[in-house]
Structures are given as C-alpha cells and as structure tokens.
C-alpha cells in the first residue's frame, strides 16, 4: 500500500504562487508517473499534469501551460507543482496521483490539499 502526503495548499491572491509537494512512501513497487489533478464541488476530478519517470515527460491540462510546472525526485518519490499567475478559476481541491503501468498495476491518491485564489 502506498501512501500519499500533499501539502502546501492555501489561500492566495490572484497573480501569487503555490508550491505543492507530494511525498510517496510504502508499497512493494515503483511508480510510473506522479501527477496532479483537481476537483471542484459537483465536478468531476481533473488532470492538472503528470511526470513520466522513465523519460522525464511532462504533460499539463490545456488550461495550465506556462503556469504551472510539475517537478520532481524520483529516488525520493516526491513530485512538486509549482503554480504561478493563479486564477480564481484555479481554486479546487489538487489531488496527488501516484500510477504504475507496468504489471501489477496500481493507482493511488493523495487526501487533498485546497488551494483557494481570491479575486
């Protein structure tokens, strides 16, 4: 079982910046990719952006590039997202993704972190 700790999440206004972090720990097996999704209230969970280990890819959700920037530390299973010029629009509950493709196959989530942009 692997658990997920996010943190960095808060209130800011819009224009700032928040950096999340989130820390991988346990399981037998290593992932694929770590990534980052978000949920507002009565709407379906949505990708944000992922990092691909194993080639260093990174893909963003068409509303965040140049915004946003996923980073991380594989040997330390901690990947980063680095959030610029937020937008009230931004404002949801991020979520931490942790995925394995390759037999077994496993996917896991964080609890959450609420980011809030004030306007």
């Known amino acids: 079982q692997v658990q997920l700790v996010e943190s960095g999440g808060g209130l800011v206004q819009a224009g700032g910046s928040l950096r999340l972090s989130c820390a991988a720990s346990?399981?037998?097996?290593?992932?694929?990719?770590m990534g980052w999704f978000r949920q507002t209230p009565g709407k379906e969970r949505e990708f944000v952006a992922a990092?691909?280990?194993?080639?260093?890819?990174?893909n963003y959700a068409d509303s965040v590039p140049g915004r946003f920037t996923i980073s991380g530390d594989n040997a330390k299973n901690t990947v980063y997202l680095q959030m610029n010029s937020l937008k009230p629009e931004d404002t949801a509950v991020y979520y931490c993704?942790?995925?394995?493709?390759?037999?077994?196959?496993?996917?896991?989530w964080g609890q959450g972190t609420q980011v809030s942009v004030s306007s």
């Open positions: 990092l691909y280990w194993s080639t260093g890819i990174t």
């Open positions: 346990g399981g037998a097996f290593s992932s694929d990719s």
């Open positions: 993704q942790w995925r394995r493709f390759r037999t077994p196959a496993y996917t896991y």
